[in-house]
T-cell receptor
Framework: AQTVTQSQPEMSVQEAETVTLSCTYD???????LFWYKQPPSRQMILVIR??????QNATENRFSVNFQKAAKSFSLKISDSQLGDTAMYFC?????????????FGKGTRLSVIA | DSGVTQTPKHLITATGQRVTLRCSPR?????VYWYQQSLDQGLQFLIQ???????AKGNILERFSAQQFPDLHSELNLSSLELGDSALYFC???????????????FGEGSWLTVV
C-alpha cells in the first residue's frame, strides 16, 4: 500500500518570501501521479499542482513549483512570493495510474500561515 | 469552480437518522470518489465508483452505502447516524487520462453534516 508523509505539521512564512513544504511517499509502483492540494479556511479542496511520475521535468504553476525526486520518493512544494491568500492547509497526495483512475492517498497536511 | 456539484451544502440531523448526500461529477468524468474529513483531521477515503460500478473501497462503515447512477451522479447514504459522523463529506471526480488535466481529481465544495 502507498503511504504519504508530510513531516511539517505547521509552517509560517513572511509575506513575499519563499517557503518549501516537504512530502515523501512510499510506493512500489512505477507509473503514478502526485498532487498538492490547498485547503483554505473555507475548507474547499483546491488543486495547486500536478506531477506525472514519468516526466522528469518539474511542474510549475505561476508562483508554485515542485521539486520531484523520483528515486528519493520526494515531492516538495515551493511557494514563491508568498501572499496572505496562500494561508491554508496543504495536502500532498499520491495516485496510482490505472484505467479509471484510483483513489488519492493523502498525507496528514501542513498548515501554512503567511504573516504580513 | 471545480465543476463538481454537491448537495446539500449543510445538513443538521439527529442521532439515529438517515441522510443522503448527492454528487454530480464534472461533465464527462466517469469516476466518483467520496471522502470524509472530520474536524482537524485528514481526508479519509470512503469509496470510489467508476462508470456505475464500485471500483475501490476504503474505510467506509457498514452503516454507510453509496451508488452511482446511469447518468453518473452519485449518492452517499448515511444511516443510524452517530455524533462521530459529524464531518465534511467531499465528493470528487476524475477525468479521463487525456489532455493536460487527465488523471486529475477535482473536488466539490463538500457537504457539512452535523449530527446532534
Amino acid at each position: 500500500a502507498q503511504t504519504v508523509t508530510q513531516s511539517q505539521p505547521e509552517m509560517s512564512v513572511q509575506e513575499a518570501e519563499t517557503v518549501t513544504l516537504s512530502c515523501t511517499y512510499d510506493t512500489s509502483e512505477n507509473n503514478y501521479y502526485l498532487f498538492w492540494y490547498k485547503q483554505p479556511p473555507s475548507r474547499q479542496m483546491i488543486l495547486v499542482i500536478r506531477q506525472e511520475a514519468y516526466k522528469q521535468q518539474n511542474a510549475t504553476e505561476n508562483r508554485f513549483s515542485v521539486n520531484f525526486q523520483k528515486a528519493a520518493k520526494s515531492f516538495s512544494l515551493k511557494i514563491s512570493d508568498s501572499q496572505l491568500g496562500d494561508t491554508a492547509m496543504y495536502f500532498c497526495a499520491f495516485m496510482k495510474h490505472a484505467v479509471g483512475n484510483t483513489p488519492l492517498v493523502f498525507g496528514k497536511g501542513t498548515r501554512l500561515s503567511v504573516i504580513a | 469552480d471545480s465543476g463538481v456539484t454537491q448537495t446539500p451544502k449543510h445538513l443538521i440531523t439527529a442521532t439515529g437518522q438517515r441522510v443522503t448526500l448527492r454528487c454530480s461529477p464534472r461533465s464527462g468524468d466517469l469516476s466518483v470518489y467520496w471522502y470524509q474529513q472530520s474536524l482537524d483531521q485528514g481526508l479519509q477515503f470512503l469509496i470510489q465508483y467508476y462508470n456505475g460500478e464500485e471500483r475501490a473501497k476504503g474505510n467506509i462503515l457498514e452503516r454507510f452505502s453509496a451508488q452511482q447512477f446511469p447518468d453518473l451522479h452519485s449518492e452517499l447514504n448515511l444511516s443510524s447516524l452517530e455524533l462521530g459522523d459529524s464531518a465534511l463529506y467531499f465528493c470528487a471526480s476524475s477525468s479521463r487520462p487525456q489532455g493536460r488535466s487527465g488523471n486529475t481529481i477535482y473536488f466539490g465544495e463538500g457537504s457539512w453534516l452535523t449530527v446532534v
